[in-house]
């Protein structure tokens, strides 16, 4: 696997259920970096961009109007293979068929309510990480434990 990075983003429904701490310590344990992390309210105009994808869907306006509709926590992480392995991590898209141990399947019910954002390939990675955050709101750094997390 090579290293990569990955944008996710703790919903509005997660951040009103005061579920921040709980999701970070998943990611946080499994090893991955931590590059960028802020609390965020995103504009119409933001949340438009990310979902672009959807646009034509008929959830899409409410969609926006979810994610908009209060602050999110965004970050990005780091880590070998960490875009797939954070989508295992979070979980299929319907909480009713994510598995206990997800994120999703853990702590959601709702696909409307399925508080947790990732990306799905290294094109929208790069996306999504380029459209959050700005180059100065990420930190390259060496994690002191970093040889007791990789291969030598
Ligand atoms: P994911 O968030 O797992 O990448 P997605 O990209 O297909 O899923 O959809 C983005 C979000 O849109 C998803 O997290 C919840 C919402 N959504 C998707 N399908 C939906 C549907 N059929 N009805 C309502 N909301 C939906
Ligand atoms: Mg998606």
Redesign the pocket.
Known sequence: MSVERTFVAIKPDGVQRGLIGEILIRFEQKGFKLIGLKQITASRELAEKH?GV?RDRP?FSG?VDFITSGPVVAMVWEGDGVIASARKLIGA?KPLEAEPGTIRGDLAIN??R?VI?GS?GVDTAAFEIGLWFQEAELNDWIPSDQSWRVEG
Do not use: E
Request: hydrophobic share 30%; aromatic share 20%; proline share 0%.
């Open positions: 979902y959807h959830f969609l898209t696909i409307g399925n954002h799905d």
